[in-house]
């Protein structure tokens, strides 16, 4: 029998999603289908949440608040909080009733909807997780808000553990209009806006980390995941420019057409840390992902369309929805065909765990 759900209510936004005409980042598409290369770059994520759960879950009492930032269709979150709650039924001594409560967040043009079919599948659910039947009075609540995480998103001292995987690496904006490009490492980019556009990047960065601080207990534990080195990017942007000539586009109405990727160095990582005073850095490892899964269309279309959609829309690039959309899908058959040639596909990513040591 399906497990009803404890709570699940949808916070009121308390700010709409990024509407300046500047805005870039849009929802996903399709996304649980379509995430078998997120969930596989997650798994050394999730290796560290359990260790850092196994070291907590001997002292947790009667609460324990996880947040959950980017969660997009929630699939692979569902993923992470019954691994996460796996550490803590093997290892929490305290044998009476807990209370946890699960707060997925991410843009309020997220399809929260998508969360919601996660939370009542009984194959994916974490609901009906083992250590609700541990104690009678075990109870696990899901919460969902609707805020971007370059901002508070939840109270002072809320949380005890707080992730975000896959989702630091979109820039909500770069500072500066792109007209060619469409990756901010195109060989059209110049020095002088790479720079700028980096400089952007880690401000942003440190935003976040004073957001999560904010809402971290004393004592709280942030583990994130962020894009190091992506070898092909370059060629996706090969492969636009290509594309772009052919269909004769005048480069002026591609303003508003980007993929916002930001890869950050060590150097990024330890500096932002060292920005926001309240936190510390305690675990950090580079692992490289090679053959990288996940380069069909569909897989492709479920990270990057809504950003080249609506750049398109917005600068009147067509006139006509069949036009846009033979357009689009011809450049993601073009891209598949890429990653499908390429011999190896090789992504470097940063794991991050960091502490809470000061109110």
């Known amino acids: 029998m399906k497990k009803i759900i404890q709570s699940a209510q949808v916070n009121q936004p308390h700010q709409l999603a990024e509407t300046s005409s500047n805005s870039i980042m849009q929802p996903m598409m399709d996304y649980n289908e379509n995430s078998t290369m997120q969930a596989h770059i997650n798994e050394d994520g999730i290796v560290i949440l359990r260790k850092i759960v196994q070291h907590l879950a001997p002292n947790i009492t009667s609460t ?67 250590i609700t039947k541990a104690n009678p009075g075990n109870r696990i609540f899901s919460m969902m808000s609707g805020k971007s995480f370059y901002s508070q998103c939840f109270p002072n001292a809320l949380l005890d553990l707080s992730f975000s995987f896959n989702s630091i690496h979109w820039m909500p904006d770069i500072g500066v209009t792109l007209y060619r490009p469409l990756m901010v490492y195109s060989k059209h980019v110049s020095e002088e806006q790479l720079s700028l556009i980096q400089d952007v990047a880690q401000k942003q960065f440190v935003t976040f980390l004073s957001c ?35 269909y004769n586009i005048d480069p002026s109405l591609l303003g508003y057409t980007l993929i916002p990727l930001i890869a950050r160095t060590k150097e990024n990582v330890v500096q932002a840390i060292h920005e926001v005073p309240s936190l510390e850095l305690i675990h950090y490892i580079d692992n490289m992902f090679e053959n990288v899964r996940g380069r069909n269309s569909d897989h492709l279309k479920a990270i990057f369309w809504p950003q080249l ?11 006509d929805e069949a036009k846009l959309t ?23 990513i940063r794991y991050v765990a960091i502490e809470k040591v000061a109110d």
């Open 64 to 130: 324990f608040s996880i947040g959950d930032f980017g969660c997009s269709h929630g699939g692979n979150s569902m993923i992470s909080i019954n691994a996460i709650l796996d550490a803590m039924q093997e290892t929490r001594r305290n044998d009476g009733p807990l209370s946890i409560q699960v707060y997925h967040n991410d843009l309020p043009i997220n399809d929260f909807r998508e969360v919601f079919k996660c939370l009542n599948d009984p194959e994916l659910t974490y609901q009906n997780h083992e």
């Open 212 to 246: 999560r601080a904010k809402e971290l207990r004393k004592g709280g534990k942030l583990v994130i995941s962020l894009l190091g080195d992506f070898g092909n990017l370059g060629g996706i942007d090969d492969i636009w420019q290509q594309h772009i000539n052919e």
């Open 309 to 319: 959609y609506t750049g398109l829309v917005k600068g009147a690039v067509f006139d």
């Open 326 to 348: 033979k357009f689009l899908d011809e450049f993601f058959s073009k891209l598949s065909t890429l990653y499908t040639a390429s011999e190896n596909v090789a992504a470097t």
